[in-house]
């Protein structure tokens, strides 16, 4: 049942990152149109694509402590995260919250997900 948590904090960081995608093309969309912007839109469209990625493999394949879907969305979402601390967290873009709320949903997806999957992996 771990694993099922793990994929239920898989959904809801997706589901905030969709909200965040929003968020940045709309900041994107009240500049002019330039290289500034199209960076923007660029962010927006792969921090969307990353979103859906997450929920779509928690869902599919988290939920049934897949070993693939384990690998896709700890290496996904760890690298977007990771980027995030760095770039927006780090320099202080952001505060601290609720701009943590992402690293941790991230870092409960990652543990659930981990102790079910090495749960599972011992019994089978």
Do not use: C
């Amino acid at each position: 049942m771990l694993h099922r948590i793990g994929a239920v904090m898989y959904v809801i960081w997706g589901v905030l990152h969709v909200n965040a995608a929003l968020k940045v093309y709309q900041l994107g969309d009240a500049l002019n149109p330039g290289m500034v912007q199209g960076r923007l839109f660029q962010s927006a469209w792969n921090l969307l694509f990353f979103a859906v990625v997450a929920i779509v493999v928690a869902a599919l394949f988290n939920w049934r402590n897949s070993r693939i879907g384990y690998w896709i969305n700890l290496i996904t979402v760890s690298v977007t995260d990771i980027g995030f601390i760095l770039f927006i967290l780090v320099p202080g873009y952001l505060s601290l919250w609720p701009g943590v709320l992402g690293p941790v949903l991230w870092m409960l997806g990652a543990i659930f997900a981990t102790i079910g999957f090495l749960k599972e992996e011992k019994t089978t």
